[in-house]
């Protein structure tokens, strides 16, 4: 809880292997560090020994292994589909981080490592559609200790696609960040739109609805201390963000469009 063990978490360091460990019929887990490899286990949560050492290793990194107890849950059976998506989504936001799965009980396996990051996740939602520009528009920049990470292109159908994420966890309900995203997406296509005549006469507007039909985009938040709204973490409160977002999505924005008037017309 000193705020050092990591630059940014979604959780509090512990609680959720803490549940893992309360609800599985036995746990085992093992920490090499510092060329020492320690191990514990558990039987429904409750230690079988201390931590000890159990051998040497020049590697460093944790494996925690957890059998479901079938006494809580009726069934324990995993769905290889919902982990692989989870885990392809974690590689798409963490560029260049190579995640592995593999199911032994069929041998089916996955591997996931994007070296584009958040602009290979928009090309995979907008992969069944025509875009309107073939370059993804990204752009990332850390403020106040705050890393904001944006990309989006747009497609010629009239549906959103936005998925937005604070501390690489998937908020469904947007939040703070969301929020700002979409206010300086508006702002800013409207500030290019009157300056160079694109929008008639009479001092017309698109609206934020109109912004966002055909639109797929990425927005990730790294905040140092996250504020969620309720346990489930599927709305972001931190109101510093709002603002960080919305000046960092402007400025990127429109320099996107003087560098490419024939999108930012499109």
Request: charged share 30%.
């Amino acid at each position: 809880f000193d705020k050092q063990s990591y630059k940014v978490s979604g959780g509090l360091h512990g609680v959720g292997v803490s549940v893992v460990n309360a609800l599985s019929e036995w746990c085992k887990v093992e920490v090499a560090r510092d060329g020492t490899l320690y191990a514990q286990s558990y039987q429904r949560g409750v230690p079988e020994s201390k931590v000890k050492p159990v051998g040497k290793r020049k590697k460093s990194g944790t494996k925690t292994t957890f059998y479901p107890d079938r006494e809580i849950f009726e069934d324990v059976d995993f769905d290889f589909e919902m982990v692989a998506s989870r885990c392809r989504e974690l590689a798409f936001l963490n560029a260049g981080l190579t995640i592995s799965i593999e199911d032994e009980r069929d041998g089916e396996k996955a591997e996931y490592r994007f070296k584009g990051g958040l602009r290979e996740f928009v090309k995979f939602v907008n992969e069944n559609t025509t875009r309107l520009h073939s370059k993804v528009v990204h752009f990332e920049k850390t403020r106040e200790e705050t890393v904001v990470e944006v990309a989006l292109q747009y497609n010629d159908t009239y549906r959103a696609n936005i998925y937005s994420y604070a501390n690489n966890i998937n908020t469904i309900e947007g939040g703070t960040h969301l929020t700002g995203f979409k206010q300086a997406l508006t702002r800013t296509i409207n500030t290019y739109g009157d300056k160079n005549s694109l929008l008639g006469k009479g001092g017309k507007s698109v609206s934020g609805d109109d912004c966002l039909e055909g639109l797929a985009a990425v927005v990730s938040v790294k905040v140092k201390e996250p504020q969620f709204e309720g346990q489930t973490k599927t709305k972001l409160g931190n109101s510093e963000v709002k603002g960080l977002v919305a000046s960092i999505v402007q400025e990127g924005l429109q320099e996107f469009f003087e560098e490419t008037p024939s999108v930012a017309k499109k």
